[in-house]
Each structure stands twice: as C-alpha cells, then as structure tokens.
C-alpha cells in the first residue's frame, strides 16, 4: 500500500518470503478522475466550472443561463463516499510490521525481533490543501471556501514601488510598505485564495508582458508598472496576475502568423481568464459577507472599516475590473464576426459583463488618485480637468430632436435612453482630443465603461437610433486603430451600421462614413 502527496512519499510494506532482496515495494496511484457533474453552459464552452448552485460562477459573471444535466442516484454516491472514506481510515489506522533496513553498523536490530510503528501514511492530493479542502471527508465541499480565512499579510519587507516626489515610481528592495498600501484591519481576517499552479508556458507569457508589451495597455510603458502592482498583490489578490497573464496570451496570439500557434494561446487565455473570474468571486463574496458581520456596528465605525476595506483591496480590483474589460474588449473586436447581429451579440455580452464586474467595485475616483495608481491616472485626470466640449455629435443630437421622416422616428423612452448615452459618447471624443498618440487608446475604453445598461440592452435589440449611436462611438475607436486592441474594427462596424439601416438614415451616418475616407 502507497499513496503519495505532491512529491513521492511512499509507505514501506512487510517483507514477504516471496520477495526476494532488493525488490522494491510496488506503489499504486489511485487513477484520476475527471468531475462530470459541471454545468452544461461551461462543459460546451470547454472551461472548468466550480459547480456552484444554483448558478456557478463562470455563468454568474457571464450573465449565462446555468442548468445541470441529471445526475445519478444521491443514494449510491452517498454509499461510494462512505465506503471510500471507510477504507482510507481503516487503512491508516492498520499497523503492519515493517522490517528494519539492513544497516552496517552494530547498532541496527534484528527485523525477527523489532517491529517499528508504520510510517506516516500520507493521503493522494488531487489539488493544493486550502481549509475549506481539508476538511472532513463526509463533508460537502460549497461553491466558495468558508469564511473567514486568515491567508496572510504581506511581509513587512518586501519589494515595493513607492512614489517619488516628483511623481514617478520608484523602486526599494527592502523598504517597508508604502503609505498607500494598507495592512488589514486587526479583526478582520483575510479572505480565502486558492493556491494557484503556474506552468512554464505561465513563465512565457510572463516574459512576454514584461519584454513585449511596454505599450500594449493603454500607454506608454505602462505593462511595467502595472505587473509590479500585479506581482505584489499576487498572494492576496491571485485574480489581478492570472488576468494579466490572461491578456499576454491574448496578445501574444495575435502577433502570431501561424493560426495553428495563436489557437493553443487563446485557449490559454480563456483557462487563465475563467481562474480569475472565479477568484475574483470569491474575494467578494467574502468582503459581502464581512460587510454583514459588521452591521451591528455603529455608523462611524460601519464607515472607517469600509474605508479600510477599500483601501486595502481597492487596488487591485479596479486593475482586474480595468485589464478585464480590456480583454473582453479585445476579444470581441479583434475576431469580429463579418455578421453584424453575431457581432452585436458578442459585443453587448462583453458590455454587460464589463458592468456585472464594475458594480462590486468600491473605490471612488478621487480615492484612487491617492494610491499607487495615480501615476497610470496622471495623464487622464489632466485631460478631464481641461475639457472644452467639443460639436462631433452635435448632428445627430440635431437629428433625433428633428427627425426627417417618419421611418427615423422614435418614442421618448427610446431618445432620453440614447441621448444619455450620446452625453457620454461626446466626453470620449473630448477626452480623445486631449490625449497623445499613446494615451489616445483610453478613450474608448473608458467610453464603453460609462455606456448605460438600456443603452446596451437597445443595442441588442439592434434599435436603429442605438445603432447610429454606436457608429459615433466606432469613430472613436477607429481613430485609436494603431492600438492592438482595436486595429480595423471600428471602421468595420460603421460600414455594417450603414448597410444594415439603409437610406432612412444616412443622413446622422454620413459624417462617421466621412471619417473612413483616406484610413
């Protein structure tokens, strides 16, 4: 008998009379078994689900509908873990003799007439041992780990990145944390993260952001600082890494030139991206459940603990929200699909989960500014600071309050929806304007992050009036064409738009077409 753990442990058995000398004792693994009971959704979109009910969390956060096929008999499973977990423990508890190992020295005794207690048994680990996986056999294992659970505050000294006083960062080996890093309160216990396992293909992408793609996200020698961030919040914050890492895979199949290379990376992207996901999840179902443990609290105190949750994990999920959205914006623009409404499905999906993942974000803008992301923010904060608004939407603005025919008319709830989002469209032709060539590409991220829920939901209903508006927002993003994220979709999407609608409206069309000419 022999099980192993993570390394190759093994229990040593009785010498027999049919085992000859020098004959090793055999070792059996118990097979792996594959988990058959995920999700239908994420078993025909090929990526690991936790099995969480009623909805698992890849479907939560993808705003999927989530079913489970059937499952066998509760009775016979029951039957197989008891019996299972019977025979590990009578198979510990077991204490066969065990021959003493031949020694040349003179204090070594007899096998005949010495038997030694069994050595440590040590049980098959499919996976790292968290709290919540160690826990009794006989006991269900939940969606997300219990809570709470201490992981562990960074080390007092540790590598940082500080700010400098003139603004830009810079780098200690052995100083203490900087102001803007906040140590967990002392009543509050860190939330559960699953250890997470790095391949050497991980390492290759790992040096692929930091060699490859200085300008990659949104600016100019940005991916630097922001895998600092992402590499010292690793231990707490695992989702912010495997993002990142998500994202060189992403990038790095699209510089290949060979289909059969970028397949494989995409693929890559997804796993890394779905392990984010899932640990992002849990972290905040932890601090929701730590936001009811405190409401017995006073009002004073309900606000200083939450300033202190904010700060400390603040950081690290706006980047996720930022790098996520990034992704999925990627994603969909730059494997577009030549139809419009399949393109339109993709798109509103990578809206809406851009949304489902902003809405548990706590800090605030100004707050922000504050940490150790006001350097990456510098440049942003000056060009909103500044703003003159500019007239690239005024035509259209003209033409939904004056419709030309009745084919371009519409209801009221249908123009306030779209004039709103119109409002935001002209801050991102405004934010654009006073941007460089390098920062030029946060314009329309930020842009698709402040377009309203109806707006989005119009949009999937492919509503002509919302379909003109997006046409407005593809100029935004066409003007950032040079950026990897975007490249031709923008002027792809306004040629749909305007074959798609016809003549009705080719007047609000004409000027985005007019932006095409000579690109």
Known sequence: MASSGHGSEHTQTAATPSSGPGVAPKSSRRPHRKSRDGCAECKRRHIR???????????TIAERACAYPPSSSSASSASSSAATAAAKKAAANRSPPVSSPKGNNAGSRSASSTTRPPLLVTPKIEEPI?????????????????????????????????????????SSATTPLPHHHHDPPPSQLQPPSRPSTYSAKDLVLLHHASTSMPDAI????????IMDIALRYAVESPYLINQLLAFAALNLAHVQHDPSAAEPLRHQATELQTRALADFTKETEYLTAVSQQTEHQSDQQQQQQQQQDDAYHGVPRFLFASILGLHVFADTLLNHHPDLPTFLHRFTGCMHLHRGVRT?????????????????????????????????CDRLIDFIRHPRSTASEVDDGVKETCLEAIEHLQWGFDLQARL??????????????????PFVDLLRQMQPLALVSLAYFAVIVHRSRRCWIFGDSGAFVIRAVASHLGSAWEEPLAWPLEQLEGT
């Open 49 to 59: 689900c936790d099995k969480g009910r009623p909805a698992c969390t890849n479907c």
């Open 130 to 170: 968290t709290p919540a996986a160690s826990a009794s056999p006989s006991e269900p294992r939940a969606s997300f780990p219990r809570l709470p659970f201490h992981l562990g505050a960074f080390s007092e000294s540790t590598t940082t990145t500080t700010l400098s006083p003139g603004g830009g960062p810079s």
């Open 218 to 225: 949104l600016g100019r020698g940005q991916t630097t600082y």
């Open 360 to 392: 548990v974000l706590k800090p605030t803008w100004e707050g922000l500014l504050q940490t150790e992301l006001g350097p990456l923010f510098s440049a942003l904060s000056h060009a909103t600071a500044t703003r003159q608004k500019g007239d690239e």
């Open 436 to 453: 460089s060539d390098a920062e030029g590409p946060h314009a329309p991220s930020a842009t698709s992050v402040l377009l309203p829920g």
